[in-house]
């Protein structure tokens, strides 16, 4: 959060009825932005880089009613960081009694001269903050991270599809006493586009070398749903880079055939309708009836910002990936929680169970209530269950 920024309401901004118009506040959250930009890095930030932040979608949220001459106090945060997107998320808060008034969600896509989108440039991601940063690979790419706390033996979180490391918020922010280095894989977040041919075998190849340029021997390795396949590849190639394994919501074997067809499906379906007809897709199935709102939201939005070109690549990955059944007998002496939600409808908690069943020593955690997110859908007891595993292993 920023400092916050304090507006006067006046009567011209008022309706009919007295109160601040609904149509104000846009306004009001425009002013306030501009605001920020004059006080730190200079309202040209933009166009001294030779873009133009464009909006993409703006949601706001009334909670309750200002008058003319009610001080409102507008903080602001970056919600999420893409490779040519942002979204920053502000409050307004009435001085008088700190309540809550209006949220607003704005999505922006840098876009230059002809309208094409281009990165978000280095000046700006300085000017906006938060808490990512692009990290060089020895292969020349760049994965964006987003790290905390400190310590030898990180845990390293890998999200699943269609997703970004955001999806692990809340484990982020809960988890303290340990490092957590969560990057987005190649084609989602802010990092690089994906390379032809994305196997998953790529996206743990990149993971390794994201350890070697972070100087990190071994790490606790979570991987959820498509995650969980990268997190067994590496369990495979790499087994001395990992002290420890957390599979959530993830299976060991490899699509069927009609699995496979469903593949393509999807990815004619991202090339032709974009991200918004996948979200909608999937979202439909990915929760646990009486999902919080807001979290369902929050993974939906998250939905709709990956790029087709990371989805199509991470399809098409999943759609080719390896039976990974062989290798569950030979991690005996890596130790290793399962979880599932018992209600996930896209990975059903039976996989989870044959996974605990063959790994020797493995234990199994059924998330009572939670889809296929429990991080989102549960993210108490899954924070719990990450603090008690590492308690163990690292
Ligand atoms: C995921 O959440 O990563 C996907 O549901 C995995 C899959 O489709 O196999």
Redesign the pocket.
């Known amino acids: 959060m920023t400092a916050p920024i304090e507006l006067t309401v006046y009567p011209d901004e008022c309706d009919a009825f007295g109160h601040l118009n609904q149509a104000s506040y846009l306004a009001l959250f425009e002013r306030a932005r501009w605001e920020l930009l004059a006080r730190g890095p200079g309202m040209d930030v933009f166009t001294k880089a030779g873009v133009w932040p464009a909006v993409r979608r703006a949601t706001v949220e009334y909670f309750a009613g200002a008058w003319p001459g009610d001080v409102l106090r507008f903080e602001l945060e970056v919600a999420h960081r893409g490779r040519t997107s942002f979204t920053l998320r502000q409050r307004a808060t009435r001085a008088r009694d700190d309540q809550l008034v209006a949220t607003l969600e704005c999505l922006f896509v840098c876009i230059d001269a002809s309208e094409r989108p281009v990165p978000v440039p280095d000046a700006v991601v300085a000017a906006i903050g938060g808490p990512v940063r692009r990290v060089a690979l020895a292969t020349g790419a760049h994965l964006a991270v987003e790290e905390r706390g400190r310590g030898e033996v990180p845990l390293l979180f890998v999200?699943?599809?269609?997703?970004d490391h955001t999806i692990w918020r809340a484990q982020l922010d809960a988890i303290d006493g340990h490092r957590l280095v969560a990057p987005d894989l190649r084609g989602f977040g802010a990092s690089d586009p994906p390379s032809d041919g994305t196997t998953i075998a790529t996206y743990a190849d990149d993971l390794v070398a994201l350890l070697d340029a972070l100087d990190v021997r071994e790490a606790v390795v979570c991987g959820?749903?498509?995650?969980?396949?990268v997190a067994l590849d590496l369990a495979r190639r790499h087994r001395e880079r990992l002290r420890g394994l957390v599979l959530i919501?993830?299976?060991a074997e490899a699509?069927s055939a009609e699995?496979r067809a469903g593949?393509d499906a999807a990815i004619a379906t991202a090339r032709t309708a974009g991200a918004d007809a996948i979200a909608e897709a999937?979202g439909a199935k990915?929760f646990a009836d009486g999902v919080d709102a807001a979290a369902r939201d929050g993974v939906l939005a998250m939905m709709r910002r990956a790029p087709v070109a990371g989805i199509v690549a991470?399809?098409g990955a999943?759609r080719d990936r390896a039976d990974a059944s062989a290798l569950l007998p030979t991690l005996g002496d890596l130790p290793t929680l399962v979880m599932t939600g018992t209600e996930d409808r896209?990975?059903p908690p039976d996989a989870a169970r044959r996974l605990a069943a063959a790994i020797p020593g493995a234990e199994l955690i059924e998330v009572e209530g939670a889809g296929?997110?429990p991080p989102v859908e549960r993210p108490a007891t899954t924070t719990e269950a990450l603090r008690h595993f590492l308690a163990r292993v690292v």
Request: hydrophobic letters at 40%.
């Open positions: 999200h699943g599809y269609p997703f959820l749903s498509m995650g969980g396949y919501d993830t299976r699509d699995g593949r999937m990915l991470a399809l999943m896209l990975v296929h997110l």
